[in-house]
């Protein structure tokens, strides 16, 4: 869905940017969001919001670095 009308960024961009550790600012420098008329920067800082409480390295741990780590060692193997 688009959020932001006025530069056409759509809430799975701000998501993307938002799980990736950036800040609203980051991402609306990035995207250009809320940087015209503002009627969506409520909107897109309530989605930074929720996609900024889980942890950007969490997410990059559980990313399949593990899988990664085994394909390696047993290529030594
Ligand atoms: S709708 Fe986002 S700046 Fe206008």
């Not at 409520?42 to 780590?69: K, N, W």
């Amino acid at each position: 869905m688009i959020i932001c009308v006025c530069r056409r960024v759509s809430d799975r961009d701000i998501a993307r940017h938002a799980r990736a550790g950036m800040s609203f600012d980051d991402i609306q420098f990035e995207l250009g969001v809320a940087a015209q008329c503002g009627r969506c920067e409520g909107c897109a800082r309530d989605i930074v919001a929720q996609c900024s409480t889980v942890h950007p390295m969490a997410a990059l741990q559980t990313g399949g670095g593990q899988h990664e780590a085994s394909a390696w060692a047993s290529s030594l193997v």
